[in-house]
């Protein structure tokens, strides 16, 4: 009798890759930075808090398609409404661009170019 192995690559890359920006968040913030996820009319995965105030929103999107894509900005625009940011960064597999939403800017950074960003703290 063989042994059958399985993989779920696209259920699983989603979620490891928001454990390595995870890890990787926690690596580069100060001690006195705190990370949450936010769900309001929309889901962030990652809110960057210094103090009382947000700094930083992060949506993780590996695999992006339009209907993915739209349902991202859609909830990083709401967080970012919700916390007075005019910037919001997404992580993706291969896009690097930014474009403008409702005069806000959303930032498109591949995993790879985001994990060598030079300033590697957030403050």
């Given at each position: 009798m063989?042994n059958?192995?399985?993989?779920k690559f ?6 490891a890759?928001?454990?390595l920006?995870?890890?990787?968040l926690?690596?580069?913030s ?7 996820y936010w769900k ?6 990652f809110v960057i808090k210094?103090g009382?105030?947000?700094?930083e929103?992060?949506?993780v999107c590996?695999?992006m398609?339009?209907k ?6 859609r ?7 919700e916390?007075k940011?005019k910037?919001?960064l997404v ?6 661009k930014e ?9 498109y950074k ?6 060598l960003r030079l300033?590697?703290?957030?403050e």
């Amino acid at each position: 009798m063989r042994n059958a192995v399985s993989f779920k690559f696209s259920a699983d890359i989603g979620r490891a890759i928001e454990n390595l920006v995870f890890i990787e968040l926690k690596r580069r913030s100060s001690d006195s930075a705190e990370i949450y996820y936010w769900k309001n009319k929309g889901e962030v995965d990652f809110v960057i808090k210094e103090g009382l105030r947000v700094k930083e929103l992060i949506q993780v999107c590996y695999s992006m398609n339009e209907k993915t894509e739209e349902r991202e900005v859609r909830s990083l625009i709401k967080a970012m409404d919700e916390f007075k940011l005019k910037e919001g960064l997404v992580i993706t597999e291969d896009l690097d661009k930014e474009v403008e939403v409702d005069n806000k800017k959303i930032v498109y950074k591949p995993l790879w170019k985001w994990l060598l960003r030079l300033n590697n703290k957030i403050e």
